[in-house]
């Protein structure tokens, strides 16, 4: 069974050009969330999607950000217009469906790099 | 919301010793508690769970203590070895969007274990 798959695994970009982050759950998975991590500092949870659906996009920026999980293919996180302060880690987490919803397995992350 | 705080942000140990790691979260809904290990550039690992039914939960040399009533939960280590180190972060389940699989992250605590 193959883990969380994220890519790219690395990413640069000049400031006002657009990211495209995706992320495939594990099999089985109906939950995907986003975390973005700073270095040295924590996870700060972004948005909460099951299938074509946001169900929480409380930690998410209202502007240059949005996210989607689409019925077929992986979730993408999109920034647009991105500036340094969006240099980051971005991790994608998968859980399944039911009472072990919460068990989240972390993807191996985007690595965006804002020129 | 929730809010997770986490002690110490560092701490240093001599191979064999044990670590104790302590969370303090707020909200009282909350009933799924984490621990994942995260190695430099790598993604977070779960490594350890437990839930508000159960006091404390082992696995191997790896420990949770919970105690709902003070609001803290603990990640123990013993016999502690050069490969436990890492930053190790504890979580906290919260209330999104009607479900309970949001998670709040503390903010780390960076081990070094010392051969």
Same mark, same amino acid.
């Given at each position: ?42 996870? &700060? ?5 099951? &299938? ?9 920026? &209202? ?7 689409? &019925? ?44 | ?115």
């Amino acid at each position: 069974n193959a883990g969380v798959m994220q890519n790219p695994r690395h990413l640069v970009r000049r400031r006002g050009q657009e990211a495209r982050l995706r992320c495939s759950p594990m099999k089985g998975h109906s939950h995907v969330y986003w975390y973005r991590q700073l270095p040295e500092e924590g996870l &700060k949870f972004m948005v909460y999607l099951q &299938k074509e659906n946001i169900i929480d996009e409380s930690g998410m920026p &209202k502007e240059r950000f949005s996210a989607e999980f689409p &019925k077929e293919g992986p979730s993408i996180l999109r920034i647009q217009q991105v500036v340094r302060g969006d240099s980051a880690a971005y991790f994608c987490a998968s859980s399944p469906p039911g009472l072990a919803g919460a068990e989240q397995y972390f993807g191996p992350g985007t690595r965006l790099t804002v020129t | 919301g929730e809010n997770v705080e986490q002690h110490p942000s560092t701490l240093s140990v001599q191979e064999g010793d044990s670590a104790v790691i302590k969370c303090t979260y707020s909200d009282s809904a909350s009933n799924y508690f984490p621990w994942y290990k995260q190695e430099l550039g790598k993604r977070p690992q779960l490594i350890i769970d437990i839930r508000s039914n159960v006091g404390e939960k082992k696995d191997q040399r790896i420990a949770v203590t919970l105690n709902k009533t003070a609001k803290h939960f603990s990640l123990h280590i013993t016999e502690t070895q050069p490969e436990d180190s890492a930053v190790y972060f504890c979580a906290a389940n919260a209330d999104s969007g009607g479900s309970n699989y949001k998670l709040t992250f503390g903010k780390g605590t960076l081990l070094t274990v010392n051969p």
